[in-house]
């Protein structure tokens, strides 16, 4: 079946740091895949997403390219804030049928010291 | 536009009782799905519907079950609750049935006691 490996957490950082976050998936299909980011005490928030190979999502100075040599969609970020600090998930949904179930990573946490 | 609702924010219930927890989509949206979330197993998918009709189910039991109206509200329904069903319940909504992104509500945080 589908899964996504997130990396270890939780990882802390001081402002302005680079950030990455990788993420693998397996999958049997083509899927699509997104970053979603929950703030405390909220629901899940759609990030970025790459719905095929070498496609690259970006928002708010979050990129993360479709390898699917390698299958991964890692996320990165230039420079963090202080306002970064969530928990970030990764997602696949496949791409065949109508089905729209995302299967998520485990999550991890973000914590940027001022 | 006006995001995905979700009714009750907060709940609270004894053990072998039951609930329904509400979920109003985007707008347009006719495609409803519901999530579980807690720290042990992380997010994991209960069900989804489209056009009234349940598309496709997770692993969880009988106990949970949910229907969608005709203007795509969704309700969920956990019967004989137990202490591990203590969890965040997210319903996330998306313009069709497929692979597209989905939108997520701020989730109901059901505590069973």
């Known amino acids: 079946g589908n899964s996504v490996t997130q990396m270890e957490g939780p990882v802390t950082l001081s402002e302005e740091a680079f950030l990455t976050i990788n993420c693998t998936y397996t999958?049997?299909?083509?899927?699509?895949l997104f970053w979603y980011v929950q703030y405390p005490g909220e629901g899940l928030q759609l990030l970025l997403k790459?719905?095929?190979?070498?496609d690259k999502g970006s928002n708010k100075g979050f990129e993360a390219t479709y390898r699917k040599e390698t299958t991964s969609f890692h996320l990165e970020k230039g420079s963090v804030q202080v306002s970064d600090s969530a928990v970030y998930f990764c997602?696949?949904?496949?791409?065949?049928?109508?089905?729209?179930?995302?299967?998520f990573g485990k999550g991890i946490t973000l914590s940027v010291r001022p | 536009k006006a995001g995905v609702t979700q009714t009750p924010r907060y709940l609270i219930k004894t053990r072998g009782q039951q609930v329904t927890l509400s979920c109003s989509p985007i707008?347009?949206?006719?495609?409803v799905s519901w999530y579980q979330q807690t720290p042990g197993q992380g997010l994991q998918f209960l069900f989804e519907?489209?056009?009234?009709?349940?598309?496709n189910k997770g692993n969880f039991p009988g106990r949970f079950s949910g229907r969608q109206f005709s203007n795509s509200r969704s309700e969920m329904n956990v019967s004989t609750l137990e202490l591990g069903d203590s969890a965040l319940y997210l319903c996330?909504?998306?313009?069709?049935?497929?692979?597209?992104?989905?939108?997520f509500g701020p989730g109901t945080r059901l505590t069973v006691t």
């Open positions: 999958a049997t299909g083509y899927p699509s």
């Open positions: 790459a719905t095929k190979a070498d």
């Open positions: 997602a696949l949904s496949e791409r065949t049928g109508a089905n729209s179930k995302l299967t």
């Open positions: 519907y489209f056009s009234e009709t349940q598309r």
């Open positions: 996330a909504s998306s313009l069709e049935a497929g692979p597209y992104e989905q939108y």
């Open positions: 707008s347009g949206h006719r495609s």
